[in-house]
């Protein structure tokens, strides 16, 4: 342990650090543990994986909504890859606007809103919560997509190619 001293505007204080902790029987670098500290962080500060799914148009410009839970590969990319293959299903999705909670259908057969919604049915803000101004959103091309919206999970599928892909905050799409 060593103790450091930081001074920030007229405050000084001492702090200590730990070169090392143990986890059970595994002993751990601080590096890790900052980084496992930082997930964490990171974690309980987002409420909420948010996310954009676009649709590439003929012109080139992108089509999209904002979905707002668990925007992750492991939720909305595999949903997205199991459920959401027909371009004309994807369009229907992309037009009904802003997603609360992305799922295998879009039209209810019975009761559906947003404080009660039907098992397995897509949830809106616009249809479901009676939300103005939820509608999707153009971009000029892929690129403006995703450097415009800014979420931590960006999808775009392709018609011309049938496929998925997507970034992970950045400028660059991957195949899924």
Known sequence: MSTHLCTIGPTSFEYETIEFQFQGDKV????????????????LLSESTNSSIGLLNKNGSVSSIYVHWDGSLDSVGKMLKTHYKDPTK??????????SSLEPKLDPKGTHTFKDPEK??????????GESSQGSK???????????LGQQYTYLYDPDEKAWTYSKGGPTFNKF
Not at 36 to 42: A, T
């Open 28 to 43: 751990m670098k601080k590096s890790e543990l900052r980084q496992i500290i930082k997930e964490e962080i990171q974690s």
């Open 90 to 99: 994807i369009a229907k999705l992309i037009k009904l606007g802003n997603v």
């Open 120 to 129: 397995g049915v897509t949830v809106f803000y616009g249809r479901d919560r």
């Open 138 to 148: 153009t971009s000029r091309d892929a690129e403006d997509y995703v450097s415009k």
